[in-house]
């Protein structure tokens, strides 16, 4: 028996039918079904499926749409669409609160779900404008310095050449080098009869030829076919040519870049890009021909274990990506055998420690948003948890205003029950009244769509600051797709909206809607209390939530890290001084508001170099330890403690081959730990270098752990190395940043402040007035590595708000109708003695009753939600039960305010007014 073939959408197909020129029909079909075919053979059914829906929405136009044909029955059609129009209109008029109601709560929660689609359209459309994005995948490998077992984003510059030689489905194989680390590129402009303009760029890399050929990027000057062929060949982006030469064309002009000997060598410009777009993972400035690095690129004893390069390949069409990943799994055991031989003398089983050296293919368009791997190095990565989230909250928010719309609605049905009757009477069938109502419904869905995208265009570019992104609204109004889209989503919300209380209202008795016997019955009132629990169920678990983010960031902020981040001024690029940076020292230090300062080749929280290390013993583990240079003065500075030993001392030139290690890693290097050795026993012992050179340092001292990341994660261990260290390869001949400790009574105000910022500028421009100033202060630093957090946090405050603000609307709205429907139960109690408080109390424990039961039902919601989040991060609030209380009592609060709005005013009402009809 053959297999089912999969069909197109069946009812994509019938409503392309019913909208489509009968003169275009024929040839769209054959073109769409084509399409859909092809789309299969490379993609599932349901993503072919989705395409058909996408191509059916691209036709409608204005040329490919039916001419509408006035006959009778047209015109019987328009006539009743008139008809329910103004019957809408009168009854919105009539009851004015409830439309205001109504159309408020619509509009607020479809301009959230907007704004909220924008962004998540944003984070999944990154890396989609190239042209082959589909088929280039990112070549990770695993974590051959640490574990073994997870992905590491960079590889050696010899994987592309293995893959090139042994992958034939790679149609194309190009790497990526950052130039850039520590501090930035130095370049600059050399004119005649002119002072050099000096740049530092931190978005400075080399890439391979055949880069654009991978890639696509627009180019506004120069050949992307050539443009990287010949060394020292450079192309930029149009911004930064504007920077370095202005209007002037720079094709064919010289930038000099300053090599790590210190010899600046001269780069031609090839090529001008059009500005980046910003929805893409690969975020640079400058980009150099790789071939410009051929003298470093030929050191065959590295080329395995040089991981600074990202590897990317071009699959080739219709290729198994499994099988692929598979094939890959043969290359590093046949490859890398050469540089563990020469570099540590091992096999690569023994390099390995017996695990797999794995090779991982990454999809492009998965890089930006993922978790991603260890060492992503050129451009923007987002957290795929808080698109999540925020996908989440758009469905509730949207879910929330139709519930409300829908229980307003029903609330209000048995003042239409007499309209009702009379058409019935009149012949109506249920389905025309379940047509009406469903017209009305949907008509409310278009105006409050309309306004929707008035106040999303409003709060954009105000959502955009806050959240950091560039989203736009305006532009993709134009494409006749997103307009589909649209229309589709009035339609179809309208119709959700609507269904129950068109049906509702439609199943009314004649004969007791006409003699006033319909009244909101027990089973509507059930559906209704229903949902208001589930409104304020959402509403509870988002404040909960949120106030627990706000307490993370909190907690995260005032963290103890191990050293004084408060009040040290950090200068840049103070290695471009050269001989003169001693100078620079001196001149600083003569600045009463400094109390001490100290050099250092990376900066707290950003220490993300490190190398593979042992004991100086026989069979000791080799062990992945994070390193950077500094002196002993920068460790007096950063207040770091010492449990052991001593600190540099630039009299002893000795210790310039010395160490200071933290506790982790005299933990992990086996040299015990505080509570099990005696705390000088590191003290004096040798650690070797497991890279090649196995030169012995002496350990000086032992510090109290402190935290040199992210706060996300736990301390690392850390070798802190002597910047006078001559037998280390690459590691700080150049001095990068200065550190100064300020005085706290000295400089007490803002203003101070920026005047001692300004007196710094002012002595670095005395001794070389080209360089760029650039300065940080390390508690800042600390607090940008939650910036992503700290926006999430405040956009969650955001859309919790609006989803509060709905359900509270809904529940204002039913506390109305509930004061309607008992104004003369509530009036006879009142002449019977009554006392105003026990009328509120009596109007008012029906709605408390249904928010303690959302409380009761969000609590264990929220607690579940807010334990997996706080599990990312390595120092974590304590799960507080007062954060629930003061939660809980803050929409306890807000929800009798809201019913009190109406119940005081239900109350004290004149008894006399409401029973004079009786």
């Given at each position: 028996m053959k297999p089912h073939k999969p069909q197109p959408p069946e009812l994509a197909q019938r409503f392309l039918q019913w909208f489509l020129r009968d003169e275009l029909a024929e040839e769209v079909e054959g073109d769409l079904e084509e399409k859909f075919l092809i789309t299969l053979e490379h993609s599932s059914v349901r993503r072919a499926r989705l395409n058909y829906w996408y191509q059916v929405f691209h036709y409608l136009r204005p040329f490919a749409l039916r001419k509408l044909r006035l006959d009778y029955f047209s015109l019987i059609y328009l006539a009743m669409l008139r008809s329910y129009f103004t019957i809408s209109w009168r009854n919105a008029v009539r009851q004015k609160q409830f439309t205001i109601l109504n159309l408020l709560g619509l509009t607020i929660g479809i301009a959230t779900c907007i704004v909220i689609g924008l962004y998540v359209h944003n984070e999944l459309s990154y890396d989609a404008f190239h042209t082959r994005a589909d088929r280039i995948y990112r070549i990770n490998q695993s974590m051959i310095w640490d574990n073994w077992d997870e992905p590491y984003a960079s590889t050696g510059p010899n994987v592309a050449v293995a893959l090139q030689e042994d992958i034939p489905e790679l149609e194309e194989v190009t790497r990526i080098l950052k130039i850039a680390m520590n501090g930035g590129q130095t370049l600059r402009i050399h004119r005649?009869?002119?002072?050099?303009?000096?740049?530092?760029?931190?978005?400075?890399?080399?890439?391979?030829?055949?880069?654009?050929?991978?890639?696509?990027?627009?180019?506004?000057?120069?050949?992307?076919?050539?443009?990287?062929?010949?060394?020292?060949?450079?192309?930029?982006?149009?911004?930064?040519?504007?920077?370095?030469?202005?209007?002037?064309?720079?094709?064919?002009?010289?930038?000099?870049?300053?090599?790590?000997?210190?010899?600046?060598?001269?780069?031609?410009?090839?090529g001008v890009l059009a500005n980046l777009p910003h929805q893409s993972h690969l975020q640079f400035d400058l980009l150099v021909s790789l071939n410009s690095f051929d003298e470093r690129m030929k050191r065959d004893e590295w080329k395995w274990v040089w991981t600074a390069f990202s590897t990317y390949g071009l699959v080739k069409e219709g290729t198994d990506i499994a099988a692929l990943t598979e094939k890959l799994q043969a290359i590093p055991p046949k490859w890398a055998a050469t540089t563990t031989k020469k570099i540590f003398n091992q096999t690569v089983e023994e390099f390995t420690g017996g695990k797999p050296w794995r090779l991982y293919l990454q999809p492009l368009r998965e890089i930006y948003l993922s978790k991603a791997p260890a060492h992503h190095l050129f451009g923007p990565n987002a957290n795929p948890q808080i698109v999540?989230?925020?996908?989440?909250?758009?469905?509730?928010?949207?879910?929330?205003?139709?519930?409300?719309?829908?229980?307003?609605?029903?609330?209000?049905?048995?003042?239409?029950?007499?309209?009702?009757?009379?058409?019935?009477?009149?012949?109506?069938?249920?389905?025309?009244?379940?047509?009406?109502?469903?017209?009305?419904?949907?008509?409310?869905?278009?105006?409050?769509?309309?306004?929707?995208?008035?106040?999303?265009?409003?709060?954009l570019d105000w959502f955009n600051e806050v959240a950091d992104k560039h989203l736009k609204l305006l532009s993709m109004l134009t494409d006749p797709t997103v307009l589909g889209i649209i229309l589709a989503f009035v339609l179809f919300l309208g119709v959700l909206a609507g269904s129950y209380p068109a049906f509702y209202l439609s199943s009314f008795a004649p004969f007791d809607a006409l003699s006033g016997k319909v009244r909101a019955g027990f089973k509507g009132k059930t559906i209704r209390n229903g949902l208001v629990i589930f409104q304020f169920t959402i509403s509870i678990t988002l404040i909960i939530c949120t106030f627990f983010v706000q307490e993370q960031l909190t907690y995260t902020s005032s963290l103890d890290l191990g050293i004084a981040k408060d009040n040290i001024l950090q200068i840049h690029h103070v290695d471009q001084l050269g001989a003169d940076t001693e100078t620079l020292k001196a001149a600083l230090a003569e600045i009463p508001a400094f109390i001490n300062l100290g050099i250092s080749y990376a900066i707290p929280p950003h220490i993300w170099d490190g190398e593979r290390y042992r004991a100086a013993e026989p069979e000791s583990k080799v062990i992945d330890i994070s390193n950077f240079r500094a002196e002993g003065d920068y460790l007096d500075l950063l207040g770091a403690e010492f449990l052991a030993g001593r600190n540099f001392d630039s009299q002893r030139l000795n210790d310039r081959y010395g160490v200071i290690l933290n506790e982790a890693a005299v933990k992990e290097l086996g040299w015990g730990t505080p509570e099990t050795y005696d705390i000088d026993s590191p003290i004096g012992k040798m650690l070797v270098g497991a890279f090649g050179d196995?030169?012995?340092?002496?350990?000086?001292?032992?510090?109290?752990?402190?935290n040199f990341n992210s706060v996300r994660e736990n301390i690392r261990p850390l070798v802190i190395l002597n910047p006078e260290n001559d037998r280390l390869y690459n590691y700080g001949t150049g001095r990068y940043f200065l550190s100064l400790r300020i005085n706290p009574q000295v400089i007490d105000s803002s203003g101070k402040l920026q005047s001692l910022i300004t007196q710094v500028k002012e002595v670095i421009a005395e001794i070389d007035s080209s360089i760029p100033f650039e300065y940080s202060f390390v508690d800042q630093e600390f607090e940008n590595t939650f910036r992503s957090e700290q926006r999430m946090g405040f956009v969650l405050n955001l859309f919790?708000?609006?989803?509060?603000?709905?359900?509270?609307?809904?529940?204002?709205?039913?506390?109305?109708?509930?004061?309607?429907?008992?104004?003369?139960?509530?009036?006879i109690r009142k002449v019977l003695g009554a006392r105003v408080s026990e009328l509120i109390f009596t109007f008012s424990i029906e709605f408390t009753k249904l928010i303690l039961i959302s409380v009761v039902l969000a609590s264990p919601i929220a607690y579940v939600l807010v334990d997996a989040w706080l599990n990312d991060f390595a120092y974590r609030t304590p799960i507080h039960l007062w954060v629930f209380i003061v939660a809980i009592v803050g929409i306890l609060g807000i929800a009798i305010t809201t019913i009190s709005l109406q119940s005081v005013r239900t109350a004290r009402a004149n008894p006399v007014d409401n029973l004079r009809s009786e």
């Open positions: 005649e009869n002119e002072a050099s303009t000096i740049f530092i760029e931190e978005k400075y890399f080399a890439v391979d030829e055949n880069f654009f050929d991978v890639f696509t990027f627009d180019f506004i000057r120069g050949n992307p076919l050539i443009s990287l062929v010949e060394s020292a060949s450079m192309v930029m982006t149009e911004e930064t040519a504007e920077r370095y030469f202005g209007s002037e064309n720079p094709i064919g002009k010289a930038v000099e870049v300053k090599q790590s000997d210190g010899i600046w060598r001269p780069f031609t410009v090839t999540t989230i925020f996908m989440a909250i758009g469905g509730l928010v949207l879910l929330l205003c139709s519930i409300n719309f829908m229980n307003l609605t029903t609330a209000r049905s048995a003042n239409r029950a007499k309209e009702v009757g009379i058409k019935k009477f009149l012949g109506f069938q249920k389905k025309s009244l379940v047509v009406q109502f469903t017209f009305e419904s949907v008509l409310f869905v278009a105006v409050s769509t309309l306004a929707a995208l008035i106040l999303a265009q409003l709060s196995e030169d012995e340092m002496e350990v000086l001292g032992v510090v109290r752990n402190f919790t708000l609006m989803a509060l603000i709905i359900a509270c609307l809904g529940l204002f709205g039913l506390a109305a109708f509930s004061a309607e429907q008992r104004t003369k139960e509530l009036s």
